[in-house]
């Protein structure tokens, strides 16, 4: 898959549609891709997008973890 490196309608939602597979909604899956592109331009040394996007728990992981 090729890295995403600029925050483009194009990336936005490749990465909305990934939030959506991990079981969030629509609205869910917005914040936190808004959340990661914001983590990521302020520090671009930092993990790539796709890094942080593994990084976030499946919907049902985070409910038994967190609930």
Known sequence: MKAIKNKTYYN?????RMMEKKGYDRKTAEELT??????YESNPAGFPVLALV??????????????
């Open 12 to 16: 936005f939602m490749r990465v909305l």
């Open 34 to 39: 808004r959340q990661i592109f914001d983590q």
């Open 54 to 67: 593994d990084r976030v728990l499946t919907k049902s992981e985070y409910e038994n973890e967190y609930r």
